[in-house]
């Protein structure tokens, strides 16, 4: 699976300064992937033009999708729609229609290094509850953010990202955690979107991690399809999903995934 359930044995890695600029770079490319894919998103299209389109700008730009064939995954973009939470597989038949929400996971590899990030859109005109969701979502990213300084720990992320959304009466997934990116899409340390018992690992410069709250509006538990890859809200509520790679400095964080200028 992608995130799911995903532990990892390795140690987390403190990144160099040119691997560092290789993730930099992997972001920006990945950015802009992201970007071009925005533009697409109207009623009438299926979820697989979005995933074909996708496959061709990360390998225009020079990456390899790192999704595709990533665990028997059979595609490059995760197109997740309305109370699929992530891990969608694009399908022709999968048409978008006025009002839907869908996400966009997407991630590449560029010169051995990886970047990932997602999004979520609405198609068309969307009901305020789908506007407030993916806005939520977003913030509860960015509150998570403001806790990835130098010293703190993993734990004060997940408490940033839980108690953002909770307040607001949404529920963080539990089932899927984000994860450290680098020579691999998954690494440690796991960054759940809940807060746990223990502190978790401190946060130090170089540390490069995928923050990536997966909200729902209503009940925070999710099933698997037959697909086995399809997670989808067990009371079928909607879901959201927002994600950056993101560098652990002296100072303030750096959104690897996010070209300037971008408001992605």
Not at 117 to 123: H, I, L, P, Q, S
Not at 241 to 246: A, G, I, L, M, P
Request: hydrophobic share 40%.
């Amino acid at each position: 699976r992608m995130s799911a359930f995903w532990r990892g044995t390795m140690a987390v890695s403190i990144k160099s300064a040119r691997e560092i600029e290789l993730m930099r770079e992997a972001g920006k490319r990945l950015a802009h992937v992201h970007q071009e894919l925005e533009a697409m998103i109207a009623p009438g299209i299926s979820t697989w033009e979005i995933d074909a389109k996708g496959e061709k700008l990360i390998r225009d730009c020079g990456c390899i999708p790192n999704f595709l064939h990533y665990n028997g995954y059979p595609a490059s973009i995760c197109v997740s729609v309305n109370d699929e939470v992530v891990h969608g597989i694009p399908n022709k038949h999968r048409i978008l229609q006025e009002g839907d929400i869908v996400s966009l996971d997407a991630g590449v590899i560029y010169k051995g290094y990886h970047s990932d990030a997602a999004r979520t859109y609405g198609v068309g005109t969307i009901d305020s509850e789908s506007v407030q969701l993916i806005e939520v979502t977003k913030q509860s990213f960015f509150e998570g953010l403001a806790q990835c300084r130098a010293g703190n720990h993993i734990n004060d992320i997940s408490k940033a990202v839980f108690g953002y959304v909770t307040k607001r009466g949404y529920s963080a997934v539990r089932d899927l955690v984000g994860h450290g990116v680098g020579a691999h899409l998954h690494e440690e340390p796991n960054v759940p979107n809940y807060p746990k018992l223990f502190k978790g690992p401190k946060l130090k410069p170089g540390m490069v991690i995928a923050i990536e709250p997966m909200i729902n509006i209503g009940s925070y538990q999710v099933g698997w399809l037959n697909d086995d890859w399809t997670v989808v809200t067990m009371d079928g509520s909607r879901s959201a999903h927002y994600e950056n790679t993101v560098l652990i400095t002296e100072g303030d964080p750096e959104i690897l995934s996010r070209a300037e200028g971008l408001e992605l």
